[in-house]
């Protein structure tokens, strides 16, 4: 299990360019099971999700061969169905969240999807309900091992149809989206998730051919086609990275500009942390924010009420940034309640923060008040485990921020979403080291 070694308490300078976002490589890579025509893909993440969907595919034959770093050209011509059935896919399967998305472009363009229960953060019930009660209205059968937890769709053929789906489940909706594309008929998907990863992914389909309208609303309208082609896709920047590093240099008093945002796809995010009192500011295509050596104040509700911060579907508040949020509110000047309204156990981490010595009462699994510090006391350095992504870099920013030297373990956790987290942290005078 790799460890980070943090020595808190320095001041951090300089710019950092945000990475390619994760969960939108792990869409856009599953749609290249679409076509049997070349695709290139620029600004793919380095970070172990991806990597590990990147070997899936290529077990499952598709033709991959690296242009440079973060370009690649995927090909599907030769699709090796049987290793589907093979032990090796269950353990490649569960490695991660994203690879859940294969199912719906199988089951398009070959009759069959099988998926063993995929990974990814433990943060509570993750069912996959929607995914397959979507597949299962396109016309698929739908088959579950709960002993193996094996999940299969199979059809002949898909047939376009209306559906409102229970819940605007991300992956869910990209995972029917990729299955509509190549059903006969029309197909309205009513309650669809709409986040900037989604977006992405509507655009890439429509430049292969596929003919989807609503995109970037909640209702997407799909005509199918018979067969896509080959494109290029340019990855977002990684907007819950953005997030991180604005809450980092705020939590650190550091003067920091991270570029290259793409403001156009950061919905409320700059907003939601400019209530927590932090200066974003918007320079072209970049945030600054200047150092907070005054510290930064938390708003309250117009008539004077306490604030709270709750995640929502898109273009809500994401919940994975609520997390940052937290644990930057741990040194605002304030008070502030933290509504993790999607997952129930994404909230446990703050007894770390609260050994630490910030001021929070966790109110029940799904809600967090958090008083801040006001840099009148600082953090106490200490060791710690990351338990998810999210909560895992929350937990290095508050590592940062705290006075002497803190460990993290389980900083798999962390590489599994940001690249060479240690080193670009460095560049920026971070005393971070990786211990392994
Ligand atoms: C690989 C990937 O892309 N992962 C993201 C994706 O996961 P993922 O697609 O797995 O998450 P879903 O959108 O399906 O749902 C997340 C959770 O929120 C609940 N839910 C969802 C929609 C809704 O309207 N109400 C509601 O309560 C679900 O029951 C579930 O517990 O979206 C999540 C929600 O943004 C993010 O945290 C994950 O980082
Ligand atoms: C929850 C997350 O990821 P995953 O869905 O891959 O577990 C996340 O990126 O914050």
């Known amino acids: ?41 620029n600004n793919i993440p380095d970070i172990v999700d991806v990597n ?27 699709v090796n169905l049987a290793y589907l059935e093979s032990d090796q896919f269950k353990i490649d399967g ?97 309650n669809a998730a709409c986040e900037p990863y989604l977006q992405q992914l509507c655009k890439m389909l429509n430049r292969m051919g ?54 156009k796809d950061l919905g409320i995010i700059p907003e939601t942390f400019r209530k927590l009192g932090i200066t974003v500011e918007r320079k072209g295509d970049d945030i600054y924010i200047p150092a907070h050596t005054d510290g930064y104040e938390i708003q309250s509700f117009i008539d004077g009420s306490i604030l709270t911060i709750a995640d929502a579907p898109w273009p809500g508040f994401t919940p994975d940034l609520l997390s940052i949020i937290l644990v930057v509110a741990t040194q605002a000047r304030g008070s502030v309640l933290v509504h993790q309204k999607m997952f129930e156990s994404r909230l446990f981490f703050v007894d770390k923060l609260i050994d630490m010595g910030a001021k929070i009462i966790l109110c029940d699994p799904h809600r967090a008040t958090v008083i801040g510090h006001d840099f009148k006391s600082t953090l106490k350095a200490t060791t710690m485990t990351s338990p998810d992504i999210r909560a895992g870099v929350s937990l290095l920013i508050a590592a940062l921020s705290a006075k002497g030297t803190s460990t993290i373990q389980n900083i798999e956790q962390i590489d599994r979403g940001y690249e060479n987290i240690d080193e670009r942290l460095r560049a920026i005078g971070a005393k971070i080291e990786r211990i392994d």
């Open 1 to 41: 299990m790799g460890v980070f070694k943090i020595e808190g308490g320095h001041q951090l300078k300089g710019s950092i360019q945000p990475q390619g976002a994760k969960n939108e490589a792990l869409q856009i890579l599953c749609a290249v099971l679409l076509t049997p025509e070349k695709i290139t893909i």
């Open 52 to 78: 590990k969907l990147i070997d899936l595919l290529r077990k499952l034959g598709v033709k991959i061969e690296k242009l440079q770093k973060g370009s690649y050209t995927f090909q599907a011509d030769d």
């Open 94 to 190: 569960r490695g991660l969240r994203g690879s859940i998305m294969i199912v719906g472009p199988l089951l398009a363009r070959f009759g069959k999807g099988y998926i063993p229960k995929p990974g990814g953060d433990k943060i509570g019930r993750r069912r996959l309900d929607t995914h397959f009660e979507g597949l299962i209205k396109l016309g698929a059968k739908f088959g579950y091992s709960r002993e193996e937890q094996f999940y299969g769709v199979e059809a002949k053929k898909l047939k376009g149809t209306y559906m409102l789906l229970e819940e605007a489940s991300v992956t869910g909706t990209a995972n029917i989206l990729m299955a509509a594309v190549l059903a006969e008929g029309q197909t309205t998907i009513y």
């Open 210 to 263: 596929a003919k989807i309208s609503g995109v970037g609303s909640n209702m997407l309208i799909i005509d199918g086609v018979e067969s896509l082609g080959g494109t290029e896709h340019t990855m977002l920047p990684d907007m819950i990275e953005i997030g991180s590093w604005i809450g980092l240099a705020a939590m650190t008093k550091s003067e920091l500009t991270i570029t290259n945002v793409s403001w």
